[in-house]
């Protein structure tokens, strides 16, 4: 008779760990290289977010001037359009969603967003974004990606993503293993 009761919790329990999150694809950086058409390093120049004509969702729009072009033909700015931002006091949050600061030196794997010309999508929402930094008083590249879940499709498993940075080596370290696979020397 408890069995009954309790089925119906762990099911919303479960529904709402996944809801609290948004799922991606599970691509190693070597995947994300190969498959991203644009990879650049640059730093982050400015964002403006504002309303979709329907006024329903609010985009966020980046400009990166490129300091490095790893893959690709990118112009001397990459203009980058995420979903979520605030505007005049509103905002919309989305859970695993790419965001910058200005300032940041950062490298973004990216895809031509649809219907809109010269302007990119970060790939695989933030997990696409390699923050250049410091930590722990070093230089790191670090990815974020709070607020993702993995989409494992050949296992049929969805896995939590981990909930602090990752760190993936210093940014020259990390580059040189971006541009390996580009070059096609990565695994």
């Known amino acids: 008779m408890h069995t009954h009761k309790l089925r119906p919790l762990a099911l919303l ?23 991203a058409p644009l990879i650049v390093r640059g730093h982050v ?5 504002s309303w979709d004509d329907g006024k329903r969702t609010i985009w966020t729009w980046t400009e990166i001037a490129v300091t ?15 979903e979520g931002g605030e505007v005049e006091g509103i905002g919309q949050a989305v859970s695993g969603a790419a965001t910058f600061r200005e300032g940041e030196d950062c490298v973004v794997f990216l895809s031509p ?17 390699v923050l250049m930094t410091q930590w722990k008083g070093l230089p790191a ?9 993995f989409a494992r499709p050949a296992s049929g498993k969805i896995v939590e993503a981990v ?22 020397g990565g695994k």
């Open 113 to 129: 967003a649809p219907n809109e010309k010269n302007t990119y999508m970060v790939a695989g929402m933030s997990a696409g974004k």
């Open 45 to 49: 120049t400015r964002s403006l977010a």
């Open 163 to 184: 909930r602090s940075p990752e760190f993936l080596g210093s940014p020259d370290e990390f580059v040189k293993r971006v541009r390996s696979v580009v070059a096609g």
């Open 13 to 35: 329990a479960a529904i709402s760990t996944v809801a609290s999150a948004s799922i991606v694809v599970h691509e190693t950086l070597e995947e994300m290289a190969r498959r």
């Open 68 to 82: 490095d072009p790893i893959k690709g033909k990118p112009g001397a700015v990459v203009l980058i359009k995420s």
């Open 141 to 149: 590249a670090l990815r974020d990606t709070t607020g993702l879940s």
